[in-house]
C-alpha cells in the first residue's frame, strides 16, 4: 500500500531531491572544466613539439632563452677563428629585424652552391633587399676556409628555417662540392660555433638539429646523406662544450 506523505515530508523529500539535483549539477561542470583544461594542456603540449620531435622545454617557451637579448656570443671561436660581424642592412627580404624572443634550437643548414665563399653568400641576402626575389637569411655563415660572417644579431630572426625562424638560429655552411660535405676548416669552425652557442643558450645535443629535421629538405645534404656521421658531429659539439667550459676561466 503506498504510504501517504504528510506535507512536511513532502516538503523533505523536495528539498533531498533538489539538494541531488545540485550536487549531480556542480560535478557535470566541474567534469566539463577539468576535461577543457585537459584539452588546453594537450594543445599547448602539442604545440610545443616540433615537426620531427624534437621537444622543447615548455618552460624556455614561456621564459624565452634569449632574455638579455644577446646579440653575439664574442668574437674568438674555440678554433682560433675570429667571427666577422658584418650585419646586413635592415629589410623587408633578409633582415626584418623582427625579435627574436626564445633560442630553442640550432640549425645548421649548407648553401646548395658548390665553391661559393662565406662573403660570397653574405652578398646574396644583403642583394635581396633590392632583388625581392625570395626571403632567405642566416645568422652565420661559415666559409671554406672556416671564416665565419654573423650576418644577423642573435636577437632577431633569420630566415632560413621555415616554422623554426621564431626560436632558432641558424647556420649555413659553404661546400665546395655537388656532395654537400664540409671540408675539415668549415667543419672546425662549425663545432667552435656551436659549442659555443649551446654554451650561451644553454642548449643541448638534441637541441643541434638540420634544416631538414623540420622541413624534410634535403639540407645540409651530405648529414641528411650520412645519418651517422650527423650524429657523431653533434657528439662532437658537446665535447667541444665541455672543452671550452674546462678551459675557460
Ligand atoms: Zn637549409
Redesign the pocket.
Given at each position: 500500500m503506498k504510504k501517504i506523505l504528510t506535507r512536511e515530508e513532502w516538503r523533505r523529500r523536495k528539498q533531498r531531491n533538489r539538494t541531488i539535483s545540485f550536487s549531480i549539477v556542480i560535478l557535470l561542470a566541474l567534469a566539463i572544466i577539468m576535461m577543457a583544461l585537459l584539452i588546453a594542456y594537450s594543445a599547448v603540449k602539442h604545440d610545443s613539439l616540433s615537426d620531427n620531435g624534437v621537444i622543447r622545454d615548455l618552460k624556455d617557451d614561456l621564459l624565452g632563452n634569449n632574455r638579455e637579448g644577446i646579440t653575439a656570443i664574442g668574437e674568438r671561436l674555440s678554433n682560433s677563428v675570429e667571427i666577422q660581424s658584418d650585419y646586413l642592412t635592415p629589410n623587408e627580404y633578409s633582415r626584418p629585424q623582427t625579435p627574436l624572443k626564445d633560442i630553442n634550437a640550432i640549425?645548421v643548414?649548407?648553401t646548395a652552391n658548390p665553391g661559393t665563399s662565406a662573403a660570397n653568400n653574405r652578398s646574396y641576402f644583403e642583394g635581396l633587399s633590392e632583388k625581392h626575389t625570395t626571403y632567405a637569411s642566416s645568422h652565420y655563415i661559415i666559409g671554406l676556409e672556416g671564416e665565419v660572417i654573423q650576418c644577423i644579431p642573435l636577437n632577431e630572426i633569420s630566415f632560413?628555417?621555415n616554422d623554426r625562424n621564431e626560436d632558432t638560429i641558424s647556420i649555413?655552411c659553404c661546400i665546395e662540392d655537388e656532395t654537400g660535405s664540409f671540408n675539415e676548416a668549415t667543419y672546425a669552425s662549425l663545432v667552435s660555433l656551436t659549442a659555443a652557442l649551446c654554451i650561451k643558450f644553454n642548449l643541448g645535443e638534441e637541441d643541434i638539429i638540420r634544416?631538414y629535421d623540420i622541413t624534410g629538405?634535403l639540407?645540409?645534404l651530405y648529414y641528411v646523406n650520412h645519418e651517422d656521421e650527423w650524429y657523431q658531429f653533434r657528439k662532437e659539439v658537446m665535447e667541444e662544450a665541455e672543452n671550452i667550459k674546462r678551459t675557460s676561466p
Open positions: 640549425v643548414h649548407y632560413a628555417s649555413e634544416h629538405k639540407c645540409p
